[in-house]
Structures are given as C-alpha cells and as structure tokens.
C-alpha cells in the first residue's frame, strides 16, 4: 500500500498511480484514506460499528424498555385480584365509555386505576430514557476534548472506543436485572453514556480519516448502518421476545462488543504519542464547551439539529403505549410488541433510498442545505397524519414518509457539521454535535411525558412534534459559509 509524502493535500482524489493513503500532516494524527481498498474497508467498518450501536439503541428503547417499564408500572398499579387486568380489554372499554357507552362502578374504578397506570408508565419510560439521554449529553463533549488530546499507542480514538463500548456492554447486562424505575433508570443511564462515549470517537473518526470529497459518502455509510441498526434492532427484540424476554439484553451487548471491536481491530489508529499538545487549564477546557457555538454558522446548524431532535422524540418514544392506547381499535402488549418492529421496518425501503441518494447527489452538486431543509419539511409534515387519524393505517403512513425525510436528513446533516466544524478540534466539535442531539432527544420525551399527564392522551404529541421539526427546517437558513 502506497503513502503520500507528508504535507500533500489529503482531500483530492487520488490520480491513477497514485497512493491510496495519505500521511499525516502532523505528527500523532490519523492517516487518510484517498480511496482504493483502504477507504473501502474503513466505510465498511465504519457501516459495521455504527450499525452495531444502534443495533442496541433501536432494540432497548423500541421494544426492551418499554416492555420492561410496563411490567414494573403494571405490577405497581393492578395488584391483588386486578393483576389479571387484560390491558387490550380495558383500553377498548375506555373507548366505549368516551364514545357513550355506561360502565359499572367497577369498570369505572378500573378505568381509574388505568388512567393511573397510563400516566405513570410515560412518566417513567421519559425519566428513564430522559436521564440515559442528559448523562450522554454531558459526557460525550468531555470525551470529544479528551479524545482530541489522548496519546498513546493506540490513537487518540481507539481507547475511547473500547472503554465505552465495555462499560456500556456491563452496564447493559446489568440491565436486565434492575428491580425498580430507580435502579433501571442508573444502569441504563452508565450503559448509555459508555455506548454514546464509543460513539462519538468513532464518528469523528469520519473528520479524522476521510478526504473532504467523500465526507457526504462516509456520512451516508453510517447513517445507514444507523438505520439498519436500529430496525434490525427492533425486528430481532420484536421476533425473540417471546422467547427470551428481558434476556435480550445480554444478547444485544454481546452484538455490540463485537461490532465496534471488529472496527478498532481491523482500522487500528496511528500512534498519537508524538502528538503536540497546549498545556491543560480547566477553564480552557471548559470554555471549550462553547467555542463551537461562537462560530455563526455551527449555532444554526446545531440549533436545528436540537430542535429536531426534540421533535422526532417526542414522536417515537412511546410507540410501544400508542399501539395499546392511541389508535382505534387498541392492541394488546403482545400484538404491540409484534408491531412495533414492522411499524419501523415500513420506512426502511424510502430510508435506504434517501440515503443512498442524498449523500452522493449532495457531494457531487457540493450543496448541503436544501437537503436539510427538505428533509425536515417532509418529516415535520408527516407528523400530521396520525394526529387527523388515530389509526394503524395512519401510523405506517407516518412511517413511510418519515422514513424518507430521516434517510435524507441522516446522510447529510453529519456531513454539513463537518463542513463547518473546525478541523483541528474535530472530536470537540462533533462532541458539541452530539450534544445536539442529545439535548433534543433528553427534552423530548420529558415534555412529551408531560403532554400525555396533562391532557390523558397522546394526540397532542403529535401537535408538538410538527412545529418543533418545522422550526428545525427554519434554522438551517441563516447558515452562510455552507449552500
């Protein structure tokens, strides 16, 4: 395998003849991949780790958390004689009675104790995601900085990598055996932060490794194992469930160590030990926090990215109770369970267009914007349909249509970060990125949470949901250094 010299340009397109990597410009940096066989083994490497990660976050938070809070809230409010309750029963008696029909003191002390129920499992599924999603938030900026300034043998990203995926995959075993909402909500909350620490390392590894021409490419590659991830995620908890049940947990870790360990493995990073580095102050670090957000154009793009975030979460988050409690005529748990990973999987033909296309057009016309600015248009839209009909028809419609305007925001909104990122702080401003979303996502369910306390139901987070993404689309405008 041939190298240019250090000091040749990385980002151009290597000519016939000429090498397929290129030397770092400094010394502890990564290496380059102009093309050839090395970039096609980083892309999919790269595919294979971000697929295993939310091969994990598309099976816990679609199917495994909300089963998993649902029995643990059921077993609080329906105890004694009421544990036998058939949940499907008493959601399609609540329609009767809101439609006219008259129920018993019983069933009206049952329809209660439901009410109840509903309540406190969104409140709890928001806790325990909320808190998994704002411990993220506060981590991965600080693994960002850190992994900028890591020497050592491995790289500066490798060691962050593996620490997190092995203190996520712990934690996440430990997970299935968490008594309580409390004790739930700090497992999942550790195990979060150590998969989102592997994470955000393992995306900067994009800026790090990848010629500016194929950053749209490289990005699409992920968000497509993104997406995949986090479908086939779903699919595989919505077929084993029956069988496994909570054991799951423990068959999704070991998917995920495998998956990053196999990158690290077969994409070992440079040596940073010689890397130059500015003495360490605190108050740099922390100003560090914000000094991507001084920039005009990163705030705008990060802006939209936390307000989409918070739309589409607030969304998503309880499909699992909608399907139960929101569409006419309601399902039982296991009739859920079952469809939830269908429901997902209804998007993924649009998605894997979307992204096979966005990423490449958008490199090749050099323009990331409309891109951008189409996908949360066509996102924000689709929100509409399950609120003018409550149905399962509606929800896959919703589906299909989201799943569209997702594939197309995924290949190009990591690429329009890089565009406006600086390149010598890459992990602190794809750290600050992150950041983005996980605010977005940690606020979402907690308002959505709130939404379904306050009106009994689950409509108006669909209401929520349309501005919040619409607002999103309306923020990428005033970005200038970017088209």
Request: aromatic fraction near 8%; hydrophobic fraction near 50%; charge should be positive.
């Amino acid at each position: 395998m041939m190298h240019t010299p250090i000091g040749d340009d990385p980002g151009a397109a290597p000519a016939a003849g000429q090498p397929d990597v290129a030397e770092p410009a400094r010394p502890g940096m990564s290496e380059t991949y102009l093309g050839g066989r090395p970039l096609r083994r980083y892309l999919t490497w790269y595919g294979v780790a971000s697929f295993s990660l939310l091969l994990t976050f598309g099976s816990i938070m679609g199917i495994l958390l909300p089963n998993h809070v649902q029995a643990l809230e059921f077993a609080r409010w329906f105890t004694g004689p009421d544990a036998g309750v058939d949940l499907a029963e008493l959601s399609r008696l609540k329609d009767a009675v809101a439609g006219g029909a008259t129920a018993t003191a019983e069933e009206q002390r049952l329809l209660g104790l439901l009410g109840r129920f509903d309540a406190g499992r969104a409140q709890a599924l928001s806790l325990v995601t909320s808190l998994g999603l704002a411990g993220t938030m506060l981590a991965v900026p600080v693994i960002g900085i850190l992994s900028d300034r890591t020497r050592s043998r491995h790289g500066r990203r490798t060691p962050w990598i593996l620490l997190g995926v092995i203190v996520g995959a712990v934690f996440l075993a430990g997970v299935r055996f968490a008594p309580s909402i409390a004790v739930l909500a700090l497992l999942w909350t550790i195990c979060q932060v150590g998969l989102s620490a592997a994470q955000g390392p393992l995306n900067t590894t994009v800026a790090d490794r990848v010629p500016q021409r194929m950053v749209g490419t490289a990005s699409a590659v992920g968000g497509l194992g993104t997406f995949l991830g986090g479908i086939l995620g779903a699919v595989l908890c919505g077929a084993l469930f029956a069988r496994l049940g909570l054991d799951l947990y423990l068959v999704v870790a070991v998917l995920t160590v495998a998956g990053l360990v196999g990158f690290v493995l077969r994409l070992p990073d440079r040596p940073s030990t010689e890397l130059r580095i500015a003495p360490h102050r605190w108050s740099d670090f922390l100003r560090g926090f914000l000094a991507p957000l001084r920039e005009h154009d990163f705030r705008w793009v990060w802006l939209a990215r936390v307000v989409l975030a918070f739309g589409y979460q607030s969304s998503v988050t309880f499909s699992f109770f909608m399907l139960q409690s929101y569409i006419r005529p309601a399902l039982s748990a296991a009739e859920a369970t079952g469809l939830v990973p269908l429901l997902t999987l209804a998007g993924l033909p649009g998605t894997l267009v979307a992204l096979a296309v966005s990423g490449r057009i958008s490199d090749k016309v050099g323009r990331r914007k409309p891109f951008v600015v189409g996908a949360s248009l066509l996102m924000a839209g689709s929100m509409l349909i399950p609120l003018l009909s409550p149905t399962l028809t509606a929800l896959f419609v919703q589906t299909v249509l989201g799943g569209i305007a997702n594939g197309m925001y995924l290949a190009v909104d990591q690429a329009l970060f890089i565009d406006v990122l600086d390149k010598d702080a890459a992990g602190r401003d794809l750290g600050v990125a992150s950041l983005a979303t996980n605010l977005g996502q940690a606020l979402g369910p907690i308002l959505a949470g709130q939404v379904v306390v306050l009106t009994g139901g689950y409509g108006g987070i669909w209401a929520l949901a349309f501005v919040l993404i619409l607002l999103a689309a309306v923020a990428i405008v005033p970005v200038k250094r970017v088209r």
